[in-house]
């Protein structure tokens, strides 16, 4: 398995942007769907993007679609989620999370992303 570690999460502004990164050890990186998941205090881990091992394929959420980007560079065995338009209901733990096989089987600790209105 990979090992994964978040970074880029903070506070901003409604109506601003913050770039999440999760750099992963492990030379199998590329072979891992990877996603981006969050959970808001008292609710249960939803799904945010996901993306293939090439890049080639991503899908979203319908709640982030049009205002966040994932992307990954494999060469660096990192994987990025771009928000923009931030709102406060964005308020979360984003986790970066790896999935080969059958399962989401890889999951970084978490970085907290506050969006004051």
């Known amino acids: 398995q990979v090992q994964l570690v978040e970074s880029g999460g903070g506070l901003v502004q409604a109506g601003g942007s913050l770039r999440l990164s999760c750099a992963a050890s492990?030379?199998?990186?590329?072979?891992?769907?990877m996603g981006w998941f969050r959970q808001a205090p008292g609710k249960g881990r939803d799904f945010v993007a996901t993306?293939?091992?090439?890049?080639?394929?991503?899908s979203y959420a319908d709640s982030v679609k049009g205002r966040f980007t994932i992307s990954r560079d494999n060469a660096k065995n990192t994987v990025y989620l771009q928000m923009n338009s931030l709102k406060p209901e964005d308020t979360a733990v984003y986790y970066c999370?790896?999935?080969?096989?059958?399962?989401?089987?890889?999951w970084g600790q978490g970085t907290q992303v506050t969006v004051s209105s």
């Open positions: 999370a790896g999935y080969l096989t059958s399962s989401w089987s890889s």
């Open positions: 993306i293939s091992w090439s890049g080639s394929s991503t």
């Open positions: 492990g030379r199998t990186f590329s072979s891992y769907v």
